[in-house]
């Protein structure tokens, strides 16, 4: 989103001409280098033949994208509404607020649940991170990080850990105890680095790696206990915005959402990107896996959200309307799948029947934009994060 987003010019020696410039952080095969714009023009114009430019090479991945759209329209050959047509509607559904979780000082800006059904990790700009029994909406822990914009938090599969991190630039994991006195900022490890704010984290299958995404452009793998970097991912253009683990049946594979308008697929072994999509026209604030992980859902600052399948390699369903012009902070599906779940910025909660592209309801309640949003483990009910610093509990 565009107010999370924070810019970061580095000045300094140029590693090529050595002289003091703003500076571009760039990749070689996974080694980082600090180049100047005119040193980076120049390494790629150096690899040219003689009869070739910049301009004709442009020309030819253009022509080669048009072919590849042209084979791509070849196996579109039905709608997913029309196929949707022979489902039946959805009945009228009440969900309503059944907790309402009180405590940050300011906008709340992630959350995530426990494997345990019950506990809720939150992140909010007040420099706090928060974990909560959404039964009794008691806290159970509280940690104040040393900077404030904890803009990423995730609970450990055990639930025996959160990490969290924001404007430090760095991911931090925190163990959690059934003593509540003591002093979890003590027990602190610090997992991840990046160049820029971190902007969203998750675990993978085991308390052991994490996997980060940064404003500086890039997504990480790191191995919590000695904080090495396992792997690390390039692709994206600008600031990464969101990710998601696919479901753990689907294999070794991770979407993320950025700045850049791109959603992008990973392999997390080959640190590869093996699909990218480009559809949205503004940055993409969330992304979402289906629950059989052969799909995923976006959402965007352009208002709309945007359904992917991974198998048909194209953009399937967009759901919007007219009246709706404030961006989707944040989506996620109901277990079955039959359901979108949308934050948005105009501080209210819309649900979409995902076969039909049709909205089926809209939530109010929270008084300013809906920041984060996410179905508990069992389904049963979800949690939404608001700038008007509480969370509720809708079922």
């Keep these: 989103m565009c107010d999370q987003t924070f810019l970061a010019i580095n000045f300094g020696p140029c590693d090529k001409c050595q002289k003091t410039k703003p500076l571009m952080n760039i990749y070689i095969k996974s080694e980082p280098i600090n180049?100047?714009?005119?040193?980076v023009e120049l390494m790629a114009t150096e690899g040219l033949q003689e009869s070739e430019t910049l301009a004709s090479l442009k020309n030819e991945s253009e022509t080669l994208k048009s072919k590849l759209e042209e084979e791509r329209a070849k196996l579109h050959d039905v709608e997913l509404h029309q196929v949707a047509d022979r489902v039946e509607a959805l009945g009228q559904f009440v969900m309503k607020t059944r907790r309402t979780l009180k405590g940050h000082g300011n906008k709340v800006l992630c959350m995530d649940w426990c494997k345990d059904k019950r506990r809720i990790v939150s992140s909010s700009q007040d420099g706090k991170v928060i974990v909560w029994d959404a039964f009794t909406t008691n806290k159970e822990h509280a940690v104040t990080m040393p900077c404030t914009w904890v803009m990423a938090c995730a609970y450990a599969p055990s639930g025996?850990?959160?990490?969290?991190?924001g404007l430090d630039n760095k991911c931090s994991v925190y163990p959690l105890t059934f003593d509540k006195n003591e002093n979890m900022a003590s027990k602190k490890k610090s997992v991840a680095m990046h160049t820029n704010y971190l902007s969203a984290c998750s675990f993978t299958n085991s308390d052991m790696q994490i996997l980060t995404a940064s404003g500086d452009?890039?997504?990480?793998?790191?191995?919590?206990?000695?904080g090495q970097l396992l792997q690390s991912f390039h692709g994206h253009a600008a600031d990464v915005l969101s990710l998601d683990l696919a479901p753990s049946e689907?294999?070794?594979?991770?979407?993320?959402?950025?700045?850049?308008?791109?959603?992008?697929?990973?392999?997390?072994?080959?640190?590869?990107c093996i699909q990218s999509f480009e559809t949205h026209e503004s940055d993409i604030n969330s992304v979402r896996y289906y629950p059989s992980g052969d799909a995923f859902a976006s959402g965007s600052d352009d208002a709309t959200c945007r359904l992917y399948d991974l198998r048909a390699d194209r953009e399937v369903a967009i759901y919007s309307k007219e009246s709706i012009i404030f961006g989707a902070s944040s989506v996620d599906f109901s277990l079955s799948g039959r359901l979108l779940f949308a934050g948005y910025n105009d501080y209210t909660?819309?649900?979409?029947?995902?076969?039909?592209?049709?909205?089926?309801?809209?939530?109010?309640?929270?008084e300013n934009r809906v920041s984060t949003l996410r179905v508990s483990p069992d389904g049963t009910a979800f949690c939404s994060g608001s700038w008007d610093h509480t969370l509720r509990i809708w079922a």
Excluded at 35 to 39: E, N, S, T
Excluded at 217 to 226: F, H, P, R
Excluded at 349 to 366: A, E, M, P, Q, Y
Aim: proline letters at 0%; aromatic letters at 10%.
């Design 160 to 165: 025996c850990a959160v990490a969290c991190g």
């Design 349 to 366: 909660i819309n649900v979409w029947d995902v076969l039909k592209g049709t909205r089926v309801s809209i939530l109010f309640g929270h």
């Design 217 to 226: 452009g890039t997504c990480a793998l790191w191995d919590v206990e000695s």
């Design 35 to 39: 180049y100047c714009a005119l040193c």
């Design 250 to 272: 689907t294999g070794n594979t991770f979407v993320s959402g950025g700045c850049d308008k791109k959603a992008m697929v990973w392999d997390l072994r080959s640190g590869q």
